[in-house]
């Protein structure tokens, strides 16, 4: 693939990352409006009972008057940082390579976290160096209904499931509720280690 569009989000999905990997060059969306239900601030883990959600909080704009996704804030009230860490170990902390990746990615539980989107873009470039995926993103000045590159904004959807059937790979809890499709990067990454990046380019995203 040429250029691609795509929205920043918490810890992308295997199929978004897919179309990353397979990208020559990477924009993401930065002028839309936010919406709710979306992997915008939300991800799945495998966890001991099937997928479990990991949802950033958010503070909503007064008056419920429509926000910018460049503009929204996390809300920190409460700690959803350490609990997301938890979970997270927990649920891989016996896959094959969860402690070759751990120093890198715990900081961002730890780290206070203020706007949304600059959060995931840190995301992005941490993940795309442990993975291997070598790209310069950027942003978008304008929004296009219509854009003249690869419209993959839809993969945010968290309603929707993906068209994309994806490869069977071994996931650590498989055998306590099957095989689970759609989940994180971080479930390919952490059972998967050094070959995500070929697993990520030998999927077929569909549009």
């Known amino acids: 693939m040429?250029?691609?569009?795509?929205?920043?989000t918490y810890f992308p999905s295997i199929e978004q990352m897919a179309a990353i990997a397979q990208a020559k060059n990477v924009v993401f969306e930065a002028q839309d409006n936010y919406q709710k239900q979306?992997?915008?601030n939300r991800c799945y883990i495998a966890h001991t009972n099937g997928t479990l959600l990991l949802n950033i909080p958010i503070k909503h704009s007064k008056g419920g008057n429509r926000q910018k996704t460049k503009e929204v804030v996390v809300e920190n009230a409460f700690p959803w940082?350490?609990?997301?860490?938890r979970s997270i170990q927990n649920a891989y902390r016996t896959s094959p390579f969860f402690e070759f990746y751990e120093d890198e990615l715990h900081p961002f539980f730890t780290q206070k976290v203020e706007k949304l989107m600059d959060f995931n873009l840190s995301i992005f470039t941490v993940l795309t160096e442990l993975i291997?995926?070598?790209?310069?993103?950027?942003?978008?000045?304008?929004?296009?209904?219509e854009p003249n590159i690869g419209d993959f904004r839809f993969l945010v959807d968290a309603k929707t499931t993906p068209k994309t059937t994806l490869d069977r790979y071994t996931q650590v809890?498989?055998?306590?509720?099957?095989?689970?499709?759609?989940?994180?990067?971080l479930d390919l990454l952490f059972n998967e280690?050094?070959?995500t990046l070929n697993y990520?380019?030998?999927?077929n995203i569909e549009q």
Do not use: C, D, M
Not at 200 to 203: G, M, R, T
């Open 2 to 8: 040429e250029s691609i569009l795509l929205h920043p």
């Open 38 to 40: 979306t992997y915008r």
């Open 81 to 85: 940082q350490k609990e997301h860490w």
């Open 132 to 145: 291997g995926i070598e790209s310069q993103p950027t942003l978008t000045e304008s929004y296009e209904k």
């Open 173 to 185: 809890l498989e055998a306590q509720h099957g095989w689970l499709p759609h989940l994180s990067v």
């Open 193 to 195: 280690g050094p070959n």
């Open 200 to 203: 990520l380019e030998s999927q």
